[in-house]
């Protein structure tokens, strides 16, 4: 396959004076590749890694088997006479609480002994203060990039909006753009003075200019693939920009977290995502003659990746889907410390309940608790809804009376579910309430509730009442769920296709748990089931 720059090396820019938006004049460029000569440029990629630099109890995926996987590779592209780039479409944080509870600090260790050699900025690096981040990018010791995000005051990006590679003589210019949607999603303290463009326009003039400097463009984005282009309720994504913005060779992508077999080509532009957490690297091997891309291969490779099979004994068992790939021992020593610290902190105290809050399969399921209605109340606050809606079936276990750990909360809530919600206009809320309320006490589908009260008539959500008000029908509603009923799960309402569905990306304990630091000691009383639904 062959992708068009429009590029004309040597003689076409040569002796133009060319002016770039906010410099007087730049010297035209002069490409320094050889004619004729073949160079090869290997893109190892990963994306959404979201705090997973230690294997998960199956021995899957993790930063030390990462690390062999990758040493591999350059060693086999350089015997090659082919160079490497190592890139990350970006959301390091959020996601896992021994990761969490570092600010990611084993994470961006183990990115820069990985020697990435940039990443595009995530909206979940605007989880933590500009502190954290800050400290973030020391760690790391690469660039953190990102056009799109400016700092209001100076109109200057955060902090790189590109950087150009020189590698054997070929120029790959590297930028870096984040979905628009992180002033939706992000925390909004720690986005005041920053303005995020649409990532479109800003490429408009970037990829031009660059151009003029570059033999390769490639784009690392945090925007999401979305077949087609069709991004529904999301900012545009990667496909948006191909199509929008000619020029760019390579798009390495993330957020949507979906995993792209091949290349999903747009415009002449390849595509490229590798799923999330690691699980995957991305392989593109690119040939580059005359200064124009003439052959390309990709794969992703899968990180100790397991799937279940039965033995000679039928028992279920988890084998590798391709050969074991070692743990490489710097990585493990570098992470060990750190992944020992992580589990110690989740024993920590971060709070104290006064009563007991009842999560217990034989009652939640069947009424109101406190545990529920704490829970859809912490979702409801996280994400400013009116109405927060939990299903009783990811509740878990109690949380006893005393002294609350992380480790109590992934007790209640282990399934690293992420909190979304979505806008609702009275009469789809009618809609939505009425499919809920309906739920049979007993299955794991029953409803829990904050900020609302109705009756249930049949098949039918009725006397609605939002936050002490009748329901208007002027107005719509925010819902916080969490994502896996918003997909359709425990037979809810699916609304992930709905143009006001947003996926926060908060994951569902870590919002309990920082519910619980600002609101401790907890008391019972406040949490009382009040038979706000009459069914
Ligand atoms: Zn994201």
Redesign the pocket.
């Known amino acids: 396959m062959k992708t068009m720059k429009g590029y004309l090396p040597h003689l076409a820019v040569t002796g133009l004076a060319i002016a770039v938006a906010g410099c007087a004049t730049t010297a035209s460029y002069q490409p320094t590749w050889e004619a004729d000569k073949e160079y090869k440029v290997t893109i190892l990629h990963t994306n ?1 890694h979201h705090g997973r630099f230690w294997q998960n109890r199956n021995g899957e995926y993790g930063m030390a088997a990462r690390k062999t996987l990758i040493d591999n590779i350059r060693e086999e592209v350089a015997l090659n006479g082919g160079a490497s780039l190592l890139l990350s479409g ?2 390091i944080n959020t996601g896992v609480p021994e990761s969490d509870l570092q600010d990611a600090e084993p994470d961006f260790r183990g990115m820069k002994l990985l020697q990435y050699d940039a990443m595009a900025l ?3 690096e605007f989880d933590n203060s500009r502190n954290v981040l800050m400290k973030q990018r020391e760690w790391a010791g690469f660039p953190f990039l990102s056009a799109n995000i400016l700092v209001k005051e100076t109109g200057e990006p955060l902090f790189d909006a590109y950087k150009i590679f020189d590698i054997n003589n070929l120029k790959i210019a590297v930028m870096g753009f984040t ?1 628009d ?2 002033v939706k ?1 992000g925390n909004p303290e720690y986005l005041e003075d920053l303005s995020i463009l649409p990532p479109a326009e800003v490429a408009k003039t970037l990829v031009p200019e660059l151009e003029k400097k570059a033999d390769l463009i490639v784009a690392a984005t ?1 925007m ?1 693939h979305y077949k087609d282009g069709n991004y529904g309720g999301n900012a545009p994504g990667d496909v948006t920009l191909a199509r929008t913005v000619p020029g760019i060779d390579v798009i390495v992508g ?4 979906n995993p792209l077999f091949e290349p999903d080509v747009q415009s002449g532009t390849l595509i490229l995502q590798a799923h999330e957490w690691g699980k995957y690297v991305g392989r593109l091997d690119l040939v580059i003659k005359n200064g124009e891309i003439t052959s390309s291969e990709y794969r992703l490779i899968p990180v100790n990746l397991k799937k279940k099979v039965k033995d000679a004994e039928g028992n279920s068992v988890r084998v590798f889907i391709e050969d074991e790939i070692e743990q490489d021992p710097e990585m493990l020593d570098l992470l060990t410390p750190f992944q020992a610290k992580g589990q110690k902190e989740l024993s920590v105290e971060i709070g104290f309940s006064n009563d007991d809050f009842i999560g217990e399969r034989g009652v939640v399921r069947k009424q109101e608790t406190n545990l529920g209605n704490l829970i859809a109340l912490a979702m409801k606050e996280k994400v400013n809804a009116d109405i927060g809606v939990m299903n009783s079936g990811g509740i878990r276990d109690n949380l006893p009376k005393g002294i609350v750990t992380y480790k109590s909360v992934l007790q209640v809530q282990p399934f690293g579910n992420t909190v979304s919600y979505v806008d609702l206009t009275a009469a789809e809320l009618t809609d939505y309430l009425s499919v809920v309320g309906g739920k049979q006490a007993g299955s794991g589908a029953f409803g829990q509730f904050s900020g609302v009260a109705f009756t249930q008539v049949g098949d039918k959500a009725t006397n609605i009442v939002v936050n002490g008000a009748p329901l208007d029908t002027s107005k719509t509603y925010r819902v916080a769920i969490n994502n896996y009923v918003a997909t359709g799960g425990d037979g809810y309402p699916k609304v992930t296709d709905h143009p006001n569905y947003v996926n926060s ?1 908060y994951v569902d304990a870590d919002v309990m748990v920082e519910y619980i630091q600002n609101n401790y000691p907890l008391d019972g009383a406040k949490y009382a089931p009040t038979g706000a639904v009459k069914r």
């Not at 993330?254 to 977290?257: A, E, I, M, T």
């Open positions: 959404d970006g959301d995530g909206n979940h979905t949607d992180t999603i945090h999401g993330g957020h949507s977290q990306g």
